[in-house]
C-alpha cells in the first residue's frame, strides 16, 4: 500500500512565515545559508537583507539596489593596505543616492575618488540618512559636506578623519542643521579651531563622541567649550597631540561632565597634576579609559587619585611619563580591593621598577596586557627573579615583539 505523497516545504510555508523564521536567525552566517535553500527562500532573504557590504562599479550598484530592496546600512569602504584607484567614483554616489533612499548608514571611508559632486548627490537624495564615514576622502571640502549637512537633519554619526580640507565652515553648517548629532571624528583637520568647535556645540548638545586627536588649532577654548555644552551626554573625548590643550580643558572636563568614560589627552604635554585630581574626583565612577602618555608633567601625586579614585579604570597608558616612581603604585599597597584594570601601558618610564610591577600584580588579578617597553629597570629576567606571577591570560610586553590589544590606547 502506498503511503501518503511527500510534502514540500515550500507548498506549505507562506512569505510571511520563511520571514518570520529568517527573523529568528541570530547571525549573518545563517541567513545567508537560509539562502541557499532554493531561489524563493534567496528573494525572501535578499528583500529582507538590511546590511551589505560591497566592492562595485555604478552597473552592479543597480542590480544589487534592485535585489535588496530594504538596505539600510551599505559599506563601500576600502582598506588602506589594500585600496585601489579610483575604487568608488562620484558616479557610483550618484547610483547610491537614487537607488537606495532608505539608506541609514553608509560608509565610504578610503575612497580616494569621490568629490564634492558626489557629496551634493548623496545630500540632495539620501534625506534619512545617520551615519557617514568619508574618512581618508582627501578630495573633499566643505563644498560638498555642508550639501550633506543641510539634506540629512537626522545625521547623528559623521566621521571626517584625514579630510585636510574641512574648516569651521562645515561645522556651523551642521550646528544649524544637525542637531541630533552624537558622533563626530575630526582628526588631523587642521584647519578646524576654537571657534569651529564652539560654534558645533552650541546647538549640538547630545555629542557623546568627540575626535579632535592632531587638531592643532584646538585648545582650551574649544574643549571648555565642549565640556560646558555637551556636560551631559560627553562620554568620549581624544586629544591626541592637542598641545594647546592644557589645565584649563581638563578642569573644565572635571567641572561639567561627570560621565566622561574614555580620554585621550596623549602628548598634551602642559597638563599637569592638580586638574587631574580633580577629573579622579568627579569622574571617578565613569571613567574607563585614560591615555596620557608624553604629558611630562605629570607626576606620582596625581596617578595616586587615579588609581585610589577611578573605580571603574579598565586601561591606562602613562608610557613616557619620566617624572612616575613606584610610590605611585604603592598607594595600593595594603588596600584589599582589586583594580578592574585590564590594559596598562608603563613603557619609557625610567624611574618604575619591578616592584611597582609586583604591587600591580597583587591587585590587578584581570590584567591582559602591559607594556614595559624600555623601562631600564624592568625586565623579563628581573620579574622571573622577583617570583612575580602574572595573570594566565596577561600578555607582557618587554621589548616590543607584541602586537598593541585594540583598545582605546
Not at 571640502?141 to 555642508?146: A, S, W
Not at 594647546?244 to 560621565?259: E, H, P, V
Not at 602618555?293 to 596617578?303: F, G
Not at 602574572?390 to 582605546?408: T, Y
Request: hydrophobic share 35%; with cysteine.
Amino acid at each position: 500500500m502506498a503511503g501518503p505523497p511527500p510534502i514540500c516545504i515550500n507548498e506549505i510555508l507562506t512569505d510571511d512565515e520563511l520571514r518570520s523564521i529568517l527573523s529568528r536567525l541570530d547571525s549573518d552566517q545563517d541567513k545567508e545559508v537560509f539562502g541557499l535553500v532554493c531561489k524563493r527562500w534567496l528573494h525572501l532573504q535578499s528583500s529582507e537583507r538590511r546590511k551589505l557590504s560591497a566592492r562595485a562599479g555604478h552597473h552592479m550598484l543597480r542590480r544589487i539596489a534592485a535585489r535588496f530592496t530594504r538596505l539600510v546600512e551599505l559599506d563601500l569602504s576600502q582598506s588602506v593596505s589594500r585600496s585601489f584607484y579610483p575604487g568608488v567614483t562620484d558616479s557610483d554616489l550618484t547610483v547610491i543616492a537614487t537607488s537606495f533612499t532608505g539608506l541609514r548608514v553608509l560608509n565610504l571611508s578610503n575612497c580616494k575618488g569621490i568629490t564634492d559632486v558626489g557629496m551634493r548627490d548623496i545630500g540632495g537624495n539620501l534625506f534619512f540618512l545617520q551615519s557617514l564615514d568619508v574618512s581618508y576622502c582627501r578630495k573633499l571640502t566643505d563644498l560638498g559636506l555642508e550639501a550633506v549637512a543641510e539634506g540629512c537633519p537626522d545625521l547623528q554619526r559623521l566621521y571626517l578623519e584625514g579630510c585636510r580640507f574641512v574648516t569651521d565652515k562645515l561645522l556651523l553648517s551642521i550646528s544649524h542643521n544637525c542637531r541630533k548629532l552624537k558622533e563626530l571624528g575630526l582628526q588631523g583637520c587642521n584647519n578646524v579651531t576654537d571657534q569651529g568647535i564652539s560654534d558645533l556645540v552650541d546647538r549640538c548638545h547630545k555629542v557623546e563622541f568627540l575626535d579632535i586627536n592632531k587638531c592643532s588649532n584646538i585648545g582650551d577654548l574649544g574643549v571648555s567649550r565642549v565640556a560646558e555644552c555637551c556636560s551631559f551626554s560627553l562620554r568620549t573625548l581624544k586629544l591626541l597631540d592637542c598641545y594647546r590643550a592644557g589645565d584649563q580643558s581638563i578642569f573644565s572636563l572635571a567641572k561639567y561632565c561627570k560621565n566622561l568614560e574614555n580620554l585621550i589627552i596623549g602628548g598634551c604635554r602642559d597638563v599637569s597634576d592638580e586638574p587631574l585630581k580633580c577629573l579622579a574626583a568627579a569622574c571617578g565612577d565613569s571613567l574607563k579609559y585614560l591615555r596620557m602618555d608624553w604629558c611630562l608633567n605629570i607626576t606620582d601625586s596625581s596617578l595616586k587619585c587615579i588609581l585610589t579614585q577611578c573605580g571603574q579604570l579598565e586601561a591606562l597608558d602613562i608610557g613616557c611619563c619620566e617624572e612616575v616612581t613606584d610610590a605611585a603604585f604603592e598607594v595600593l599597597d595594603g588596600d584589599g580591593k582589586q583594580l578592574k584594570l585590564k590594559f596598562l601601558k608603563v613603557g619609557n618610564c625610567p624611574n618604575v621598577t619591578v616592584r611597582a610591577i609586583g604591587l600591580i600584580l597583587a591587585k590587578c588579578s584581570f590584567l591582559k596586557y602591559l607594556d614595559v617597553r624600555s623601562c631600564p629597570r624592568i625586565s623579563k629576567a628581573a620579574c622571573d627573579e622577583a617570583g612575580l606571577l602574572f595573570p594566565e591570560l596577561c600578555k607582557v610586553n618587554f621589548c616590543g615583539s607584541l602586537s598593541e590589544p585594540d583598545v582605546i590606547l
